[in-house]
């Protein structure tokens, strides 16, 4: 069974950095086609994608976002680590994380194929309030 | 950066059928994935790829694509199917992107 849990300070204090661990289990980040991802979500609005850890440590950000974002993982112990510096009040809001996997599309034999990325289990959330 | 573009609200009588639509260039040449979330609960994956559906998902959601749209169709819609649905893609830079979510009301 796949699990996924969020975990860090519910409240952070404008300017500082937010340091998030989503801890799983039932799958390995050392597993080819493995990912994480984060999103988060301010109250009453949208989901917004952050950031994406892929098994062989390649590295995705939030193009609106991406240089106060920092994404690490450690397989040893099964974690995702993200980081968000200079945080704002307009960053409250909950933080998930969720495993994203792969399906291959096309015809791999003659190279002509995709994968097509989906985020299949995803965590419960934490909540983070700035102010 | 690309976008996906949803309609804010739509609303269905009990039993009827629904359509959530999802625009957007990159939509074409790649996968859409699809979200729903009740009040309080986190996303759940309810398509995947345009038309996947994953186990334990009822079999009166489905997906289609044409084009630059992808769309959700909820085929005799529950009380339960009240939710908000986003659509989900990926740019050609490998961010992911998602639509600014669609919520459902069943009548």
């Known amino acids: 069974q796949v699990t996924l849990r969020e975990s860090g300070p519910a409240l952070v204090r404008p300017t500082q950095t937010l340091t998030l661990t989503c801890t799983f289990s039932?799958?390995?980040?050392?597993?080819?086609?493995?990912?994480v991802s984060w999103t988060r979500q301010p109250p009453g609005k949208a989901l917004e994608w952050l950031a994406r850890?892929?098994?062989?440590?390649?590295?995705y950000y939030s193009t609106s976002l991406g240089t106060r974002l920092s994404i690490t993982k450690d397989t040893s112990i099964n974690q995702v680590v993200l980081t968000m510096t200079n945080m704002d009040p307009a960053d409250t809001g909950t933080y998930y994380c969720?495993?994203?996997?792969?399906?291959?599309?096309?015809?791999?034999?003659?190279?002509?194929?995709?994968?097509?990325?989906?985020?299949?289990?995803w965590g419960r959330g934490t909540a983070v309030a700035v102010s | 950066s690309s976008e996906l573009t949803q309609d804010p609200a739509v609303s269905v009588a009990l039993g009827q059928t629904v359509r959530i639509t999802c625009q957007g260039d990159s939509i074409r040449d790649i996968y859409v994935n699809w979200y729903q979330q009740k009040p309080g609960q986190a996303p759940v994956l309810v398509i995947y790829d345009k038309i996947n559906r994953p186990s334990g998902i009822p079999a009166r959601f489905s997906g289609s694509s044409s084009g630059n749209t992808a769309s959700l169709t909820i085929t005799g819609a529950q009380a339960e199917d009240e939710a908000d649905y986003y659509c989900n893609s990926r740019e050609i830079s490998g961010n992911e992107v998602l639509g600014g979510g669609t919520q459902l009301t069943v009548l």
């Open positions: 969720a495993r994203m996997t792969r399906l291959r599309k096309g015809d791999y034999a003659s190279g002509n194929y995709f994968y097509a990325y989906y985020m299949d289990v």
């Open positions: 039932g799958f390995s980040l050392s597993t080819g086609g493995m990912c």
């Open positions: 850890i892929d098994w062989d440590d390649r590295k």
